[in-house]
C-alpha cells in the first residue's frame, strides 16, 4: 500500500470519528442552552407569582418580668429587595412557649412599612424562655420557617420556677450535613457537624470517626458554638461512626449519613477575593447521555445571580461566580442533573458592603438622676452621607441579667431569616470576620422558601388560602347548614353594634366560606354574624382564628436561674411594684384611635333625633306620625317598610336595610315591636345603597341611646362573640423634671426602662435629637437603635452612659 491511498484511508476515518464527536458538541450546546433557558423561566415565573414579605421585630430588651410591658417595633419589608413593603395592613404577633402553645397574641396596625405596639405580661406567665414570632395574613400561605421568630427570657418572680430535671450524663444533639446533601462512594466531601446541649447551645467537645471496623478515618473539633466540619472520603462498602468526647469524658456516639453508591458532590471554594469556585463531582453509574451536563443556578433571595451549563469529564467540572454578580446576604447554590433535577445545594455567604450607619451622641458621659439627657442620632451610609432613616430607641438599665443573645435588624435580614432554626449569638455573625464560623453555620442550618420540583416541573401553584390586608383585618368564617354541608351564594352580614355603625358583607363562595374586610376595628368588640333569614333558614356561621396554626421548629434554650441573679431579680421586683403603686394610670394610658366617626352609609337623607318630638308608645306611632321618609304597611300580620326614591321621585317597591346599632334586621314585626323609648335616634337613606355585594332600596337605621341593641332579642342562627381587634396604641410614660420641685418630689420614679420610640425619622442631613429624663435608679444605660432607609439600607448601633458617681 503505497504512502498517498495510506494518507486517504486516514482521512477517512479520521472523518467519520469527527462527525459524531461534532455533533454531539452541537446537540451539547443546544441542550445546555435549552435547559438554562427553562430554569431561569420558570424560576422566574415562580418569583413574579410568589411575593416574599418578610417582617423584623425590634424589641425594648430580651429579658423580661411578669408586670412589666413588652415594646415592640415592626419593620415590614420585601423579601427581596429589603425595601420597607405598604401592602398588608395587619400584623400577628405571638409569645409562644418551649412547645409553641400560644401564651399570649395580638394584631397590629401596619402603614408605610412600619407598626408599633405592646404587651402586657400578665403574672400568669411561669418563668422560662420564650419564643416571640410575627407574621401577616399573606404569610400564612407559605412554611412558618419564614415567620420572624426569636426567642425571650420572662421571669415570674411571685411563682416558684418549674423544676428542671437533669440526668447525671449531659444528653446532647448531634447533626451531620455533608456539603451538598449527600455523602458519595468515591468522592471526597466535606461534612458539617452542629453538636449542642439540651438548652441548645452549643458544646465543646473532640471527636473522631470510625468506619465499621473501627478505623480512624477523620478527628474533628467544632469551630464555634458546637458547629465545625471535617473531610474524607467514603466507601459505599462502609458505614461511619461519630465518636464525640465531651469536656467532662463523656462518650457518645452518632451515625453519618449513608453512603450513596451513585451522586454529586459539590464543594466551595473561597479562596480567591473577587471569585467563588464549585467543584463539582460526580459518580455516575450510566452512560447516557453522552454527553453528561450538568447546571448550576445560583439565586441570592430569588434573584438569580448565575445560570450556567457544563459538561462533566472524568466526572468533574468546575464553575465560577463573580462576587460582584451575588446579592448581600445568603445565596443558594443549587446543583441540577441533565434532566433538570435538583442533586445537590449549599448556601453561600456575602458580606455586606451597603449598610446603614447610626451613631449616637449624648451631651454627657454621666448624669445625676433626674437630670435632662440630650442624644443626637445620625444616619449615614457607608460613604458618610446623610441617609434620612425611619428608626426605633430604647434605652434600658443594664442590670446585668443574664438575657439571651439576639440579633439586629441587619443580621436578621441578611443571615438568620434565611436560615432554618435558633441560631445561637446571631450577632457574632456580622459583628466579626470569622468567614469560617459563617460558612459552618450555612452548612448546618440550610433552608429553602420554596421547592425546585415543583418549579422544574411547572406545577402552577394553587390559589392562595390567604389574601394580603389591604384595608384592615380580614374576618374569615363558613356558613354551613343542618348537616354541616357549606351553603354558596348567601348574603352573610357582620356587625359591631355601637354608637359608631358599621357593617360588613360577603357573599359566601362555593366552600361556603365568607370573608369581612374590617376597616378601622380597633380594640375587643362584639361581633355578630348573620345571614338573610327570610332566605335561608337553618344554617350556622362559624367564625375562624385569624392565628396561625403550624410553628416551625424552633429549639428554645432552657432556662434555667442562676443564684447570681436573686438580688438583681429582686431589686428590679421591688422597681416593678413601686411603679405599678405609683404611676400605674400613667403607664396605662392608651391614644385614642382616630378614625372616621360617620355611620358606614355616610350622611343620612333624614335624621329624626326622638328627644325632639312626642315620644309615641308604639314604633308604629312614630313613624306613621313624623317621620315621613318610611311608609308602614301590614299585610297578613306582618309589617313591611317602603322607602321613597328621592332620585327618581317615587317609591321603592322592595324593603329597605333595616337596621338596629348597626345590626341587620330582617324580622320586622320584631323591630316594630321594639321599645320606641329607648331609640336616640332614627336615620333613613332615600335612595339605592350599594354595600358590598348587596343593593338595598333605601336604609332605615335605628341607634338606641347605649348602642348595645337595648335588649333586642338576637337571632338564634346568628353567631355573637367578643372579638379582638387591632391593638389600640399605648403611650409610653416618661416623666419630665423640669422644675425643682419636680426634681425634689417625693415620689419614686423607679423606671428600668428610661426611653421607647419606634417613629423616629431622621432628616434630609441624616439628624434627629430626643430628649428624656433619667429616674431614681443609677448604673449603666445602654441605648440601642435600629432602622432602614427607603432603600433598603438597614443598621443599627449600640451606645452607653451612666449614672451617679
Known amino acids: 500500500m503505497n504512502l498517498i491511498l495510506l494518507k486517504k484511508i486516514n482521512s477517512v476515518f479520521k472523518g467519520i470519528l469527527l462527525l459524531p464527536l461534532s455533533l454531539c458538541l452541537s446537540l451539547s450546546t443546544t441542550a445546555q442552552k435549552n435547559g438554562i433557558d427553562t430554569l431561569v423561566k420558570r424560576f422566574d415565573n415562580h418569583r413574579k407569582n410568589s411575593l416574599q414579605e418578610k417582617l423584623y421585630v425590634q424589641l425594648d430588651r430580651s429579658y423580661y418580668l411578669t408586670g412589666e410591658i413588652l415594646w415592640f417595633k415592626i419593620y415590614y419589608i420585601d423579601a427581596t429587595f429589603h425595601k420597607p413593603l405598604d401592602i398588608s395592613k395587619v ?33 400568669s406567665i411561669s418563668s422560662g424562655n420564650y419564643q416571640v414570632r410575627a407574621y401577616t395574613n399573606w404569610m400564612q400561605n407559605f412554611e412558618p420557617e419564614g415567620f420572624f421568630r426569636r426567642a425571650i427570657t420572662i421571669v415570674n418572680t411571685f411563682k416558684e420556677p418549674e423544676a428542671i430535671t437533669t440526668s447525671a450524663a449531659e444528653r446532647y444533639e448531634a447533626q451531620f450535613f455533608p456539603e451538598g446533601g449527600n455523602l458519595v462512594n468515591g468522592l471526597k466531601c466535606k461534612v458539617a457537624f452542629r453538636v449542642t446541649d439540651s438548652k441548645g447551645n452549643g458544646v465543646e467537645f473532640t471527636g473522631e470517626v470510625h468506619d465499621q471496623n473501627k478505623n480512624i478515618v477523620a478527628t474533628f473539633k467544632p469551630h464555634k458554638f458546637g458547629i465545625g466540619n471535617f473531610t474524607f472520603t467514603p466507601s459505599i462498602n462502609q458505614t461511619y461512626t461519630a ?57 441570592t433571595r430569588q434573584m438569580i445571580a448565575l445560570a450556567e451549563a457544563r459538561i462533566l469529564q472524568n466526572g468533574k467540572t468546575y464553575f465560577q461566580i463573580n462576587k460582584k454578580d451575588l446579592g ?42 433626674r437630670r435632662k439627657v440630650k442624644v443626637e442620632i445620625t444616619s449615614e451610609n457607608n460613604f458618610h452621607k446623610p441617609e434620612p432613616a425611619n428608626l426605633s430607641i430604647a434605652i434600658v438599665r443594664n442590670d446585668s441579667l443574664s438575657g439571651i443573645a439576639r440579633d439586629n435588624i441587619l443580621s436578621y435580614l441578611l443571615l438568620t431569616s434565611e436560615l432554618k432554626g435558633r441560631v445561637e449569638s446571631p450577632e457574632y455573625y456580622l459583628n466579626t470576620q470569622d468567614n469560617k464560623a459563617i460558612d459552618n453555620l450555612l452548612l448546618t442550618h440550610g433552608w429553602r422558601r420554596f421547592s425546585w420540583n415543583k418549579i422544574i416541573m411547572g406545577i402552577k401553584k394553587p390559589t392562595p388560602v390567604y389574601i394580603p390586608e389591604f384595608n384592615g383585618h380580614i374576618i374569615n368564617g363558613k356558613i354551613i347548614d343542618g348537616s354541616g354541608q357549606p351553603i354558596a351564594g348567601v348574603s352573610t352580614y357582620l356587625s359591631t353594634p355601637g354608637k359608631n355603625i358599621q357593617l360588613y358583607t360577603s357573599r359566601s363562595n362555593e366552600q361556603g366560606g365568607v370573608q369581612f374586610e374590617m376597616k378601622y376595628f380597633f380594640g375587643t368588640k362584639k361581633i355578630i354574624a348573620q345571614a338573610e333569614t327570610d332566605k335561608i333558614s337553618n344554617y350556622r356561621i362559624e367564625i375562624k382564628d385569624p392565628f396561625c396554626n403550624k410553628f416551625a421548629t424552633f429549639t428554645m434554650p432552657g432556662f434555667l436561674p442562676r443564684h447570681e441573679d436573686e438580688t438583681r431579680l429582686l431589686e428590679r421586683s421591688v422597681a416593678l411594684q413601686a411603679q405599678d403603686i405609683y404611676h400605674n394610670k400613667k403607664v396605662n394610658n392608651f391614644s385614642t384611635t382616630t378614625f372616621d366617626s360617620v355611620s358606614f352609609y355616610g350622611k343620612a337623607d333624614e335624621t329624626y333625633y326622638l328627644e325632639e318630638y312626642t315620644r309615641f308608645p308604639t314604633m308604629e306611632d312614630v313613624l306613621r306620625e313624623y317621620v315621613p321618609g318610611v311608609l308602614v304597611r301590614k299585610r297578613k300580620d306582618n309589617f313591611y317598610f317602603r322607602v321613597p326614591d328621592i332620585l327618581n321621585k317615587t317609591i321603592f317597591k322592595e324593603n329597605p336595610l333595616v337596621l338596629l346599632d348597626g345590626l341587620p334586621v330582617f324580622d320586622f314585626n320584631k323591630i316594630m315591636a321594639f321599645d320606641p323609648l329607648k331609640i336616640r335616634k332614627l336615620e333613613v337613606i332615600t335612595r339605592k345603597y350599594y354595600l358590598g355585594y348587596s343593593s338595598f332600596q333605601g336604609v332605615v337605621s335605628y341607634t338606641t341611646y347605649g348602642g348595645d341593641l337595648g335588649g333586642f332579642e338576637l337571632d338564634p342562627q346568628s353567631i355573637s362573640l367578643d372579638y379582638e381587634g387591632l391593638q389600640q396604641r399605648r403611650e409610653f410614660y416618661s416623666p419630665k423634671y423640669e422644675t425643682q420641685k419636680q426634681i425634689e418630689s417625693r415620689i419614686p420614679d423607679q423606671r428600668n426602662l428610661l426611653y421607647w420610640n419606634p417613629s423616629i425619622t431622621t432628616d434630609k442631613s441624616g439628624k434627629y435629637q430626643i430628649e428624656f429624663y433619667i429616674s431614681d435608679m443609677d448604673g449603666d444605660f445602654e441605648i440601642e437603635v435600629q432602622g432602614i432607609t427607603k432603600n433598603g439600607l438597614a443598621g443599627s448601633a449600640k451606645s452607653s452612659f451612666k449614672v451617679g458617681k
Open 91 to 123: 400584623a400577628y404577633i405571638e409569645i409562644l412557649n418551649s412547645e409553641n402553645h400560644v401564651v399570649l397574641q395580638t394584631k397590629v396596625t401596619l402603614a408605610n412599612g412600619f407598626g408599633d405596639g405592646s404587651i402586657f405580661l400578665p403574672a
Open 243 to 299: 465518636v464525640i468526647v465531651d469536656s467532662h469524658g463523656s462518650i457518645a456516639t452518632y451515625k453519618l449519613p449513608v453512603v450513596n453508591d451513585e451522586g454529586y458532590v459539590m464543594t466551595v471554594q473561597d479562596s480567591v477575593e473577587s471569585q467563588v469556585t464549585i467543584q463539582v463531582q460526580a459518580n455516575r453509574k450510566t452512560t447516557e447521555p453522552v454527553v453528561p451536563l450538568v447546571y448550576m443556578v445560583v439565586n
Open 328 to 369: 448581600e446576604g445568603v445565596s443558594q447554590l443549587t446543583l441540577f442533573d441533565d434532566k433538570l433535577q435538583p442533586v445537590a445545594e449549599r448556601l453561600y455567604f456575602k458580606r455586606p458592603e451597603k449598610k446603614l450607619m447610626i451613631q449616637m451622641l449624648t451631651d454627657l458621659p454621666v448624669y445625676e438622676k
